[in-house]
T-cell receptor, first 112, second 115 residues
Framework: QQQVKQSPQSLIVQKGGISIINCAYE??????FPWYQQFPGKGPALLIA?????SEKKEGRFTISFNKSAKQFSLHIMDSQPGDSATYFC???????????FGEGTQLTVNP | NAGVTQTPKFRVLKTGQSMTLLCAQD?????MYWYRQDPGMGLRLIHY???????AKGEVPDGYNVSRLKKQNFLLGLESAAPSQTSVYFC??????????????FGQGTRLTVV
């Protein structure tokens, strides 16, 4: 049973465009929502994270939007660059917990 | 500053063979995890540990065992490998800062093929 559903599975965007990846969760106890970025042959690395006391968090070209009532959150990549081509994973966990539940992953390709 | 180091990076096993994957972290983290990554299924937690001498089951623990005898090391064992265990395995570590969950640091992965 997948507690965190991620879409789309793959995404192709032109350079300069906006990439949007969506996630939905089921467990209302989740209150920590990170996004991880993974390049081929590497382990995932934290990109940006949000806690539900805010509805949006922005770091450079990357923004997380959070909708608590809908139990959804999304990653927006503005001005997408070829170097952003990677697999992106959303995740959810409890602030005071030790475990994260990951989404299925989105393979992003940014064409030059 | 190595971070999280996994050994080996690649391995091919025959069905029924056993092996141990080693994870070592030099960040003094309390928590350590083993995940497997399969296409279209994301990262699934196999086992994890919240401190030296402790282990707990994750989402997909069957066919695997773990041990955390030292804080810096977390071992994943396959007693009798099956083709369904062909996957990329990732180790990760993290710490709690007060009551806040924090960043998980991942190793480079171990690509395991069971034939």
């Amino acid at each position: 049973q997948q507690q965190v559903k991620q879409s789309p599975q793959s995404l192709i965007v032109q350079k300069g465009g906006i990439s949007i990846i969506n996630c939905a969760y089921e467990n209302t106890a989740f209150d920590y929502f990170p996004w991880y970025q993974q390049f081929p042959g590497k382990g995932p690395a934290l990109l940006i994270a949000i806690r539900p006391d805010v509805s949006e968090k922005k770091e450079g070209r990357f923004t997380i939007s959070f909708n608590k009532s809908a139990k959804q959150f999304s990653l927006h990549i503005m001005d997408s660059q070829p170097g952003d081509s990677a697999t992106y994973f959303c995740a959810a966990g409890e602030t005071s917990g030790s475990r994260l539940t990951f989404g299925e992953g989105t393979q992003l390709t940014v064409n030059p | 500053n190595a971070g999280v180091t996994q050994t080996p990076k690649f391995r091919v096993l025959k069905t029924g063979q056993s092996m141990t994957l080693l994870c070592a972290q030099d960040m003094n983290h309390e928590y350590m995890y083993w995940y497997r990554q399969d296409p279209g299924m994301g990262l699934r937690l196999i086992h994890y540990s919240v401190g030296e001498g402790t282990t707990a089951k994750g989402e997909v623990p069957d066919g695997y065992n773990v041990s955390r005898l030292k804080k810096q090391n977390f071992l994943l064992g396959l007693e009798s490998a099956a083709p369904s265990q062909t996957s990329v395995y990732f180790c990760a570590s993290s710490y709690l800062s007060g009551l806040l969950n924090t960043e998980a640091f991942f190793g480079q992965g171990t690509r395991l093929t069971v034939v």
